[in-house]
């Protein structure tokens, strides 16, 4: 079990004296869910957010409407907004969340099922990445979940630059 991500989150969270917390739209609460699977996760994990609707992500998440109707929920722009609402909301550190066209409907040929952003938030910067994923609903969920946890890993072991 300490293999899984969220066991590689824990120790490096306590290491940097770190909070965390989550915004989460296509994976449904899968991210808090796998970080509170964790004994003592209470020591840096704050809370999250499902915010699955537009009106959830601009009432909880501060999301701009104009934001949301300029780029679309499944946007660079909205999961940093998201990522930055959840951090101010909460008073965490670091903000991760995520927003996507899970499936099997609702793509585009702009943005195809499996399109997903993942945004992440601290005082210092804000980053974003881009996935197409190409499973069904609870793989493309499941690797979204998964890739969350794996940026906020790779923003403590210091691999990420200001943008």
Partial sequence: MENLLEYKIAPLLRKHGLTLATAESCTGG?????????????????????????????????????????????????VIEMARGIRAVLGSHIGISVSGIAGPGGGSPEKPVGTTWIGLSTAEADWARHFCWQGDRLQNKTSSAEAALQFVIDYLEGKLTQE
């Fill in 30 to 78: 899968i991210i808090a869910n796998r970080i509170t699977n964790v004994p003592g996760c209470s020591d840096y994990f704050l809370g999250g957010v499902v915010a699955y609707a537009d009106e959830a992500k601009i009432a909880l998440l501060h999301v701009l409407p104009e934001t949301l109707s300029r780029h679309g929920a499944v946007s660079r722009e909205v």
